[in-house]
């Protein structure tokens, strides 16, 4: 099975933004560890980007929209941008996939609960096996007018639902273990 590593959204509103990512507290470690692995064993690796249409986050060209420097000092294969939580959605992954003959996608990045799942569950349907790395994959607090949930259970949350149907939910070790 030839693989892709998905890097999705590592970007400064995630760190220095309006939406600072709390949990897992290790993440971006974690995603630059996937990454280097990925690298190692010829894994196709899609940095992807995401801009908002509207609202104050993720401003095309601000430096919170800009990729995590850390995450481009890596050498990754694609730098895809989206505009919507999934990043399937009017771009060229899908074409990307098909053109490196990738049978499986492994997510990483953020958020765990919006584009990570969403993307994941997009591939699902696609038909591309889906591994959804729980440690290197991360989110926040939120607190709106329907509940509060902390970053911590929203987390655990999503990875129990993605883990029933979707995905393979397995640490960054664990999958590093898998694939070599």
């Known amino acids: ?19 600072k990512v ?19 064993n010829n894994m196709v690796i899609i940095i992807i980007q995401h801009t908002a249409i509207s609202g104050d986050t993720f401003i095309r060209n601000s430096n919170e929209w800009q990729i995590h420097p850390r995450i ?7 730098l895809i941008e989206k505009t919507k939580p999934s990043s399937f959605h009017e771009t060229n992954l899908e074409e990307i996939l098909k053109k490196e003959n990738i049978t499986g996608v492994i997510v990483s990045g953020y958020m765990t609960q919006m584009c990570c799942d969403t993307t994941a569950r997009e591939a699902f349907h696609k038909g591309y096996h889906v591994e959804f790395l729980s440690d290197a994959t991360g989110t926040i607090d939120v607190n709106n007018e329907v509940g509060t949930v902390s970053s911590e259970e929203l987390h655990k949350v999503t990875l129990i639902t993605q883990s029933l149907k979707f995905s ?12 070599s």
């Open 1 to 19: 099975m030839k693989k892709a590593l998905l890097v999705i959204d590592v970007q400064n509103e995630y760190f220095t933004g309006k939406l």
């Open 22 to 40: 709390t949990y897992p507290t290790n993440s971006l470690d974690n995603i630059l560890k996937v990454m280097d692995y990925a690298k190692e």
């Open 72 to 78: 481009l000092e890596k050498p990754y294969d694609y």
């Open 168 to 179: 393979n939910v397995i640490s960054s070790d664990e999958w590093m273990k898998l694939n």
